[in-house]
């Protein structure tokens, strides 16, 4: 028969009670061993970098990751669930920079590099406790135990060198060139994630050109831009 639900349910205590029974009966653990040597599906976490805590958008990743392997596992895949930690990039050397109160490539040398580089390794796992704590409340299920990589291991280095070598044996790889974003404090390139993490919102002064239409008198197109240094360089309007 249907239980009414309480109208007055206190919904943290209702969350650690179900917490407390997935830790009591194993429950994460029966999960990502369900369907053991049936057909496998893969699944290699995009790994967060544990020198930060989480936010808001991660619950958001962690739900949709969480998905695909649960309705894999429904299906009757095998499903280990490989969690990692991304322990290398700038965000990292940023943050152990303002520990130590410098700025900057010389004050890193004068420092010491071998110094910098233990600081950077101590740094990425300051949350991973707060990280696992996360992922369990949101239902998450990954291997955060027994199993998991760390990009700054020598073993995960060399396998993405190995993979590397692999592409190049089959002629998979190029030298190209490509205009990108970069910091010149920092004397590196930006990916997008970087670049947009600068961004912020301010008061600038803007320009409207006008580009006449080459087939129609008096007919003009109007762009918008707020870097009007690169109008002479322009080739075309979309």
């Known amino acids: 028969m249907y239980k009414k639900v309480d109208a007055n349910l206190d919904f943290p205590k209702v969350e650690?009670?179900?917490?407390?029974?997935?830790?009591?009966?194993?429950?994460?653990?029966?999960?990502?061993?369900?369907?053991?040597?049936?057909?496998r599906f893969n699944f290699y976490?995009?790994?967060?970098?544990?020198?930060?805590?989480?936010?808001?958008?991660?619950?958001?990743?962690?739900?949709?990751?969480?998905?695909?392997?649960?309705?894999?596992?429904?299906?009757?895949?095998?499903v280990p669930r490989k969690g990692g930690w991304d322990t290398h990039g700038l965000p990292v050397e940023l943050s152990v920079e303002k520990e130590l109160g410098i700025s900057g490539k010389q004050q890193i040398e004068e420092f010491g590099v071998e110094k910098f580089i233990k600081r950077c390794k101590e740094n990425v796992w300051k949350y991973v406790?707060?990280?696992k704590e996360f992922s369990d409340r949101v239902g998450y299920f990954v291997n955060m135990e027994d199993d998991y990589y760390v990009t700054y291991y020598d073993s995960y280095i060399e396998s993405v060198w190995w993979a590397l070598k692999e592409l190049d044996k089959k002629g998979l790889?190029?030298?190209g060139y490509k205009?990108?974003?970069?910091?010149?404090?920092c004397g590196t390139a930006l990916s997008?994630?970087?670049?947009?993490?600068?961004?912020?919102?301010?008061?600038?002064?803007?320009?409207?050109?006008?580009?006449?239409c080459v087939d129609e008198d008096n007919t003009y197109f109007l762009a918008w831009t707020t870097t009007p240094w690169t109008l002479p360089s322009n080739i075309a309007l979309c």
């Open 16 to 39: 650690q009670e179900v917490l407390n029974f997935w830790k009591e009966n194993n429950v994460k653990k029966q999960c990502m061993s369900r369907n053991m040597g049936q057909k």
């Open 45 to 78: 976490e995009g790994p967060p970098t544990a020198n930060g805590v989480p936010h808001s958008g991660h619950v958001l990743t962690r739900v949709l990751k969480d998905v695909f392997t649960r309705y894999k596992s429904m299906q009757g895949y095998y």
């Open 129 to 131: 406790d707060i990280w």
């Open 173 to 175: 790889l190029y030298k």
């Open 179 to 185: 205009i990108l974003p970069s910091c010149p404090r």
């Open 192 to 212: 997008s994630h970087e670049l947009a993490q600068g961004y912020e919102d301010r008061k600038d002064t803007t320009v409207v050109a006008k580009f006449k």
